[in-house]
Nanobody
Framework: VQLVESGGGLVRAGGSLRLSCTFS????????MGWYRQVPGKEREWVTH???????DYSDSVKGRFTISRDNAKNTVWLQMNDLKSEDTAVYYC?????????????WGQGTQVPVSS
């Protein structure tokens, strides 16, 4: 499985950005897909995920501002980020894991930087 993120870049506080993650090398539709982020010197933190059946969950820090979505026909998952804050500055990583009973490996993308200027 390979995951490739795109869409990162400098954005002003209060602005919006949409990240994309393209999946290949496996069956996208059976994977739960998620977004994580990491700031230098800190642990990688979970942001959101969307299951193979479309259920979503968000960390409290982004709830109401970020939206995850997927299109199984395009093998793509997106992260729409609105009302960005300086504390959202991080490298954002796409991740995917097949549903229970299948490949247990957690796959990662290479990350895309999102600097938010105040």
């Amino acid at each position: 499985v390979q995951l490739v993120e795109s869409g990162g870049g400098l954005v002003r506080a209060g602005g919006s950005l949409r990240l994309s993650c393209t999946f290949s090398g496996g069956i996208f539709s059976v994977h739960t897909m998620g977004w994580y982020r990491q700031v230098p010197g800190k642990e990688r933190e979970w942001v959101t995920h969307i299951t193979d059946s479309g259920d979503t969950d968000y960390s409290d820090s982004v709830k109401g501002r970020f939206t995850i979505s997927r299109d199984n026909a395009k093998n793509t998952v997106w992260l729409q980020m609105n009302d960005l804050k300086s504390e959202d500055t991080a490298v954002y990583y796409c991740a995917g894991r097949a549903k229970l009973g299948l490949d247990p490996q957690l796959y990662w993308g290479q990350g895309t930087q999102v600097p938010v200027s105040s």
